[in-house]
């Protein structure tokens, strides 16, 4: 059974602070790693996608990998009211397979 | 980034039709899409993979003749959930990518069964 495991919170943290995230798998043949945003009611968007060790920034994300610890993670620096949503983590096995969902972590971020 | 569009984005109906849900890429061909349920406060769950030109792989658990799969061209693929009742009320997604690596949802349909 493949599984993606997250904290499901709430994370709550102030304007302006570091959010992290984390995300830990069980597929060790898993490729491609990725994070999703969802607003309440709506589909999930994607923010960050990662395929090799290490980090990868994008603006105000970062993401991390770790493979041999089959943890990947997502910082968000500057943290907005705005960003306060479900972040998923998904992995993804073989191209063409479908990815795997974590249950969310809720973040919350207070002006 | 690609483009996947989905409808209706909300449907009530009355317990036993069915209802028929679109999922359409837009600017890419998409061999393989995805559909998943999200019921309130949980993850996405896969339901089943679409296969243009073939027969859907169902996850276990998911009733195959309770949701029809037709995936008869690379850019469509619908979800026909028929005899409906209100235990399937949900949020119904569909996701679809390239060969290679990225998903790209569609806008998810809600469904209610009344």
């Known amino acids: 059974q493949k599984e993606v495991e997250q904290n499901s919170g709430p994370l709550s943290v102030p304007e302006g602070a570091i959010a992290s995230l984390n995300c830990t798998y069980s597929?060790?043949?898993?490729?491609?790693f990725f994070w999703y945003r969802q607003y309440s009611g709506k589909s999930p968007e994607l923010i960050m996608s990662i395929y090799s060790n290490g980090d990868k920034e994008d603006g105000r994300f970062t993401a991390q990998l770790n493979k041999a610890s089959q943890y990947v993670s997502l910082l968000i620096r500057d943290s907005q009211p705005s960003d306060s949503a479900t972040y998923l983590c998904a992995v993804k096995g073989q191209a063409g397979t479908a990815l795997i969902f974590g249950k969310g972590t809720t973040l919350s971020v207070s002006s | 980034g690609a483009v996947v569009s989905q409808h209706p984005s909300w449907v009530i109906c009355k317990s036993g039709t069915s209802v028929k849900i679109e999922c359409r890429s837009l600017?890419?061909?998409?061999?393989?899409m995805f559909w998943y349920r999200q019921f309130p406060k949980q993850s996405l769950m896969l339901m089943a993979t679409s296969n243009e030109g073939s027969k859907a792989t169902y996850e276990q658990g998911v009733e195959k003749d309770k949701f029809l799969i037709n995936h008869a061209s690379l850019t469509l693929s619908t979800l026909t959930v028929t005899s409906a009742h209100p235990e399937d009320s949900s949020f119904y997604i569909c996701?679809?990518?390239?060969?290679?690596?990225?998903?790209?949802f569609g806008q998810g349909t809600r469904l209610t069964v009344v």
């Open positions: 600017d890419f061909q998409a061999t393989t």
């Open positions: 996701s679809a990518g390239d060969r290679v690596t990225e998903a790209f």
């Open positions: 597929d060790r043949g898993s490729q491609s």
